[in-house]
């Protein structure tokens, strides 16, 4: 099988911050690949780069077969790529946006007309096509945004965050949106995003990333089989925190137990079988326990596991003085 | 070349759905016109004058009637008669007056002998325009006094300077008609072109068309080229509107018109390019809004619109050399009022189409197609 993407130990520095450190990466043809990390992480610095339109400090990667630095042009032609903002234009209507795009690419007239009417019944805005896309939500929007892209028929599509912001409804009419025009299309994707559950959903592989570097990389079932046991007992206790981790650590049914924002979690085989047993266990150590629940396993897990917070702990963005709080600097971008 | 079609078919749709901002870029140059027109030009009109004329003997009389020939002849000056002298100078000191004419009680005597009559005229000279109309009106009525008739016959030993008009008398309002459309090509330049592509940028949807094949000869080309189409079409409005108001031709023969439009079509694009080549690398359409307001004060003036460039200093002669304005202005007042034909400016039209060139090579150059 051939490579849609490979990165060579890539790096992006903006000034003292080293955004995206060295990092390499294959991606199969036709796989749905995921990028999984929090605001800041890295991930639309990488997409960026891979999309030509910022320069990596060194390394350097294959995009369709193209070098990204030296082939640019080339690069740009075999891709569509979904912005983390919604970028189509306001004063536009749907037709407009999607016929415009296809000229950017060149697409003949004939095929361009018959590939944007496609492609907007199957967003399902054939009815609003005429409509100026300063009338639609958030959710149509983003389908407009996805559509606009393939009117050229790319053969990667670069998807950075798509569904951040949308409401869950139209998260998931996003995600089966993506899957039918993988499967129909034969594309590869390149998705980042910060939600869990959607590179769970979607992904037939991804890889983690935290300040810049890839922390880990598999199946999502790869990815959580790597955590020892199959359940997590997440106790709240009002004191006593620390003692009661070092208890459970020692613990022969514990394979690991971390404190995380105050929390206990405990990584076991059974939840249902151990969680009483770490409530005694704390609660004969002195603690109260105010609260305790099993979960099972996820990619969310995976991202604590390996970095030790949670993926919903955001960075502060920087912003330039400048020009004032509502415009992010170049390192805001992200 | 399908994709710069493309690039000013976005560009020019998107402002197609915003006719409000093109119809108060076409007004307010127009406005500018009448206001700009109607405060500066024709003669001041009712100085507010005290007059305390202390002498009631023949050459006090006669000195009375010439100042009431101003004021009711030209109307140069409202007079207020007043008796006490300090009065009427501490008046033009609080502003009541603009001048004071204070005719002492020995002025006919003094006239009447020869020995050295004077009039008092106290102007409030912190208003330099005011002040010489006054003092030229006040001087005039005090030296007619002694003119009793006017010669029949003119001196024939004295030189006459003969005063020959070469072309028909342009009023001030009709000569700031091609400032007027210089500034609305500035401010065409100021709502498209590279404006659209910090909007772009401010909104996050620049990005996006990074990603696409589009080159940056593509995006400056066509966003340079909607700005023009969009900016002349405002430009050509500004003028016809001005010259009718003015009472300027409008078209005259073809050719008058056509060395107008290829005037307009140089400075539009020279100036779009130029803008592109300062803005193209901002961010935020404050700092467009902030720069082009300053640019286009810093252009506007020192390009003869208002005033000549003689009357500068050479400092500010010399950057009129190299101001774009001043060269579309030239070219435009010697087309309209003068009628000239292309090949008699064409020292405006080479400079203008240099500027063009070289603005337009830098500003493709230097644009940066990365974010």
Not at chain 2, 58 to 82: C, S
Not at chain 2, 104 to 119: H, Q, Y
Not at chain 2, 207 to 221: H, N, Q, R, Y
Request: proline fraction near 4%; charged fraction near 20%.
């Amino acid at each position: 099988m051939s490579l849609a993407v490979e990165t060579f130990d890539i790096r992006k520095t903006f000034g003292e911050l080293t955004a995206v450190k060295d990092i390499s990466i294959q991606i199969n043809e036709g796989e749905f690949f995921g990028f999984l990390g929090p605001n800041g992480a890295g991930k639309s610095t990488l997409i960026r780069m891979l999309t030509t339109v910022l320069r990596p400090a060194s390394g350097t990667a294959s995009v369709g077969g193209f070098d990204i630095t030296k082939e640019p042009d080339e690069v740009r032609r075999s891709i569509g790529v979904v912005t983390q903002n919604m970028a189509s234009d306001l004063d536009l209507t749907a037709r407009e946006n999607m016929d415009i795009f296809g000229k950017f690419y060149e697409v003949p007239k004939k095929a361009r007309q018959e590939r944007v009417a496609e492609l907007l019944e199957r967003v399902g805005l054939s009815k609003k096509a005429d409509e100026l896309a300063a009338t639609f939500s958030g959710g149509m929007r983003r389908r407009l945004d996805i559509a606009r892209v393939l009117v050229h028929k790319p053969e990667i599509l670069f998807l950075d965050e798509p569904t951040s912001g949308l409401d869950p409804q139209s998260r998931r009419v996003v995600w089966e949106m993506l899957q039918n025009f993988m499967k129909d299309y034969n594309m590869t994707i390149f998705l980042t995003t910060h939600y869990m559950e959607e590179a769970e959903a979607l992904c037939t592989r991804v890889a983690i990333i935290d300040r810049g570097s890839v922390i880990a990389m598999g199946t999502p079932d790869e990815l959580k089989s790597g955590i020892p046991g199959n359940d997590i007992v997440i106790l709240t206790l009002s004191r006593e925190q620390e003692n009661v981790r070092n208890l459970a650590a020692a613990e022969g049914y514990v394979h690991k137990a971390q404190l995380e924002n105050g929390d206990l979690r405990c990584y076991v085989d059974s939840g249902s079988e151990d969680a009483p047993r770490l409530m005694k266990l704390a609660t004969d150590a002195g603690a109260e326990v105010r609260a305790v629940s099993i979960q099972k396993l996820s990619l969310e897990d995976v991202f604590i596991h390996y970095t030790g917070r949670s993926i919903r702990e955001e960075e502060s963005k920087k912003v330039s003085l400048f020009l004032g709080a509502g415009v992010p600097s170049k390192l805001g971008r992200n | 070349m399908r994709r710069v079609f493309a690039v000013i078919e976005r560009d020019m749709r998107k402002f197609s759905r915003n006719p409000v901002i093109m119809v108060m870029a076409v007004v307010m140059p127009i406005a500018y016109l009448i206001i700009l027109g109607n405060s500066f030009q024709g003669k001041l009109k009712g100085l507010p004058v005290a007059v305390v004329n202390q002498d009631d003997g023949y050459w006090g009389r006669r000195l009375d009637e010439r100042l009431k020939a101003v004021a009711i002849g030209p109307k140069t000056v409202t007079l207020t008669y007043m008796s006490d002298q300090g009065k009427a100078v501490e008046d033009v000191r609080n502003g009541k007056f603009k001048g004071a004419v204070i005719v002492p009680p020995d002025f006919s005597r003094r006239m009447a002998l020869g020995i050295n009559p004077e009039v008092g005229i106290f102007v409030d000279n912190t208003d330099q325009i005011s002040e010489g109309a006054l003092t030229g009106a006040l001087t005039d009525a005090v030296n007619s006094l002694r003119e009793v008739f006017v010669s029949v016959r003119p001196d024939r030993t004295v030189v006459q300077a003969r005063r020959v008009e070469l072309y028909r008398m342009v009023d001030y309002d009709q000569a700031l008609v091609p400032g007027v459309v210089v500034m609305a090509i500035f401010m065409g330049t100021m709502i498209t072109g590279v404006f659209n592509l910090v909007m772009d940028r401010f909104l996050g949807v620049d990005e996006a068309i990074l990603m696409t094949p589009v080159t940056k000869t593509d995006i400056v080309g066509g966003l340079v080229v909607s700005g023009f189409i969009i900016t002349m079409f405002m430009a050509t409005i500004v003028y016809i509107v001005s010259a009718l108001i003015t009472g300027i031709t409008v078209f005259g023969s073809v050719s008058r018109f056509l060395g107008i439009l290829v005037v307009l079509a140089l400075a539009t694009m020279g100036l779009l390019s130029m803008m592109f080549l300062m803005l193209g690398r901002a961010n935020h359409p404050r700092i467009v809004g902030v720069f082009s307001g300053f640019m286009n004060v810093i252009f506007f003036f020192p390009s003869g619109a208002v005033y000549p460039v003689e009357g500068f200093p050479k400092w500010l002669r010399a950057f009129s050399k190299v101001n774009p304005e001043y060269y579309a202005v030239h070219a435009l007042k010697s087309i309209i009022f003068k009628g000239n034909p292309l090949w008699a400016i064409y020292g405006d039209i080479v400079f203008l189409l240099c500027f063009l060139t070289v603005m337009m090579t830098l500003a493709v150059v230097t644009f940066k197609r990365t974010l």
